[in-house]
């Protein structure tokens, strides 16, 4: 925080700041350890019937050279910079 601070942040948002991405750091940790869902009875077609925006999504993410390191990185850089700065494609 007082590295932020030292660069004009009020106190109060550089807390809020390192506070976020702590946790968004923590949770994608925790995804990657846990262990592989239980698929026994999961039907994907039903499933991208019911959801095909979020199927599309993922599918359209995860393009041939992309990781989940490039995702938490997205993440982190919507968090610290805001939305408009986020990279694509």
């Known amino acids: 925080m007082s590295t932020l601070v030292a660069r004009g942040m009020p106190l109060h ?3 809020v700041m390192v506070l976020t991405v702590e946790r968004v ?3 994608f ?9 239980d ?9 991208t019937a019911a959801y095909p925006t979020m199927i599309v999504g993922i599918t359209e993410y995860f393009k041939p050279g992309r990781t989940v390191d490039d ?3 997205e993440c982190v ?5 805001g939305p408009s700065v986020t990279r694509s494609g």
Request: hydrophobic fraction near 45%.
């Open 29 to 37: 940790v925790l995804e990657e350890q846990a262990p592989p869902p």
């Open 13 to 15: 948002q550089a807390r």
């Open 25 to 27: 750091t923590i949770g």
């Open 77 to 81: 850089t919507l968090v610290v910079e």
């Open 71 to 73: 995702l938490f990185l």
């Open 39 to 47: 698929t026994e009875g999961f039907d994907l077609a039903e499933y």
